[in-house]
């Protein structure tokens, strides 16, 4: 489903270069639910970017779905996000003039479909989330968990091969991002594909797999259930010779 | 995205901010109704002149020979024969002496009108009618009599309705009132039109006017369109005799009304013209509310984006939403100039008592409604572009 082959993602300021992405490869199969973990400034953002097609790499490919997106213009990319991709970000990115119906038909409307079509879809989604009745309501009057909420019944909306979370916790009080984590996995056992981004090992640990990034590298890939999944990253890891074999791995 | 949706999204836009979205389109509004205006205004008084014009006689050719310097002239007896070959192109003739003298009633007061030294035709001419009495007739122009025909100032107020049969005093000798003509004015006192004294021709030339010779002709074509072949035939008359076109002047109302028609349009479209540069003020007005408003809005265009906007929808949806405050900046401002035109047309009826109408024009209504939609277009155009060119991760990250 998603392929990410010796992705590269280079900034050069002036006699600076940062590689925010440093030849990572990754392979996430239809139906599986990952965690991509590490500090800040470890290059979390930069892949989720790039999966979400909302950047490309300075170098390397990602294949989604079977196709090359690594090299498509900017109106290529918004199809594909719209078409294939569900986001869901930390402050929730609900557009406060309009109101959950009209949030969560955003997507459909850009997708071409016909009033009727779109108002059915986004009805389903809503009642997914659980807040039917709440669809003329403004984001302003809603609790920030049923925001978020919201924000899922749009990503939910497109029907989207892949739903993108970027620190959907980070928001929320605790018991609310709970709840939101086990809709998540909910989402997940009724077959959607989900990729978690979080700095916090704990709301990781939510995920069946975690990848952990390390100054733009992949320094751990594979079950959340072990030990090492949940390693701080401390020491440098180019030193350590367990987990730097572990590096580019994506044996899934 | 139909454009139909980026209506609905406008108009939710804009009604989130009346009052700023009422001052953006102020600009348009000025522009508009000022366009409006002045359209109407002119559009009144142009209608306002034509048809004083016509009452005064569209089909009426002066004729002035000065002949002075000449050996040669034109006289009455020469005139009249032009008249009568041309007869199929001219249905009267007057000679037309004005003098300047003093009057005396039967009330012994002083009037000054307008004494007109005519032929028979005149009332003709001029479209009055008899209320009493005669016309002066032609016995009356080869004998040079002092009848008069006089207008109903002398009738009503002079004479107190029977002035016909009555004498007038016109520079102290006296005149037989022979005729008087209906009232021309619903005032019919001493400045209105009613307040004139027409003599034969000849007895004015003989005993009222300065100058003897008779070098004025009011001749009337039998059609408008007949006009400048009218003027043509008689300049060509007297080309005929004085070998220049020095020696006399022949005029129409048409010709100084098409001239006037021309200036009026001119001085229209300057106007408005000055007035169409606060539509470009208001465009620039428009322009830097559509880029506060963009950047305000950094946010919103990246969450969209990240859903699948493409650049050509978020162009689209701020070109719309500058069109629509700009077209609702025309229609207020169409709205504005109709009852401004009405509030002046009143005003000048009220206060100057002349009965122009500023009429707003269809044309001025569809034009400065499309103007100002082209305006918001325009300038709606580079925030606009500025808009879809954002990138979605940098402006997912504003605040
Ligand atoms: N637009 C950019 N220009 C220059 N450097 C950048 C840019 N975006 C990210 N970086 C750098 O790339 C690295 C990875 O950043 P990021 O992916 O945002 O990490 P994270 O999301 O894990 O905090 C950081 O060192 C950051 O400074
Ligand atoms: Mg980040």
Sequence with gaps: ?252 | MSIWQCFIMAFKSLSTSKMRSLLTMLGIIIGVGAVIVIMALGNGMTVYMNDSFAAMGTTNISVNISGRGSSRTVDVDDMYEFYDENSDLFNYISPTVSAMAQVRGEDNEIYTPSIMGVSEQYLDIKDYDLSSGENIRYLDIAQNKKVCVVGAFYDHTVYSGNAVGQNIKINGENYLIIGAVEEQDDKTDENSIDNFIYVPYSTAARYLARNTTISSYTLVVNSDENVSQGIKTIKNRLYETFNSDDYYNVSSLTEILDIMNEMMDTMILILAAIAAISLVVGGIGIMNIMLVSVTERTREIGIRKALGAKGKHIRTQFVVEAATTSALGGIIGILTGIGLSTAVSKLLQAAMEVDITAIPTATSIFVSFGISVAIGIIFGYLPANKAAKLNPIEALRHD
């Design chain 1, 1 to 252: 489903m998603i392929t990410l082959k010796n992705i590269y993602k280079i900034y050069e300021n002036g006699d600076t270069t940062t590689y925010a992405s440093n030849n990572v490869s990754i392979n996430i199969e239809k139906g599986e639910f990952v965690a991509i973990v590490g500090q800040s400034g470890s290059g979390k953002s930069t892949i989720m970017n790039i999966i979400g097609c909302l950047d490309v790499p300075t170098s390397g490919t990602y294949l989604l779905n079977n196709v090359d997106v690594s090299t498509m213009d900017d109106n290529e990319l918004a199809e594909i996000r719209n078409k294939m991709l569900g986001f869901i970000f930390q402050q929730y990115n609900l557009i406060p003039k309009l109101n959950v119906m009209e949030n969560v038909e955003l997507p459909l409307l850009y997708a071409g479909l016909k009033p009727e079509e779109r108002h059915e879809r986004a009805m389903e989604s809503i009642k997914r989330v659980g807040l039917l009745g709440k669809e003329k309501n403004h984001p302003s009057q809603l609790s920030g968990g049923q925001q978020q909420r919201v924000s899922i019944a749009r990503a939910l909306a497109g029907n989207p091969s892949v739903i993108l979370a970027d620190e959907p916790t980070g928001a929320l009080d605790s018991r609310t991002g709970r709840e939101v984590l086990e809709f998540l996995q909910k989402l997940n056992s009724e077959g959607n594909t989900i990729v978690l981004i979080t700095h916090d090992n704990s709301i990781a640990k939510s995920a069946n797999r975690i990848i952990r990034l390390h100054d733009g590298k992949v320094v751990y890939d594979g079950p959340s259930d072990v030990a090492e999944a949940t390693v701080q990253a401390h020491v440098s890891f180019d030193e350590d010779p367990l987990l730097n074999s572990k590096e580019g791995g994506n044996e899934t």
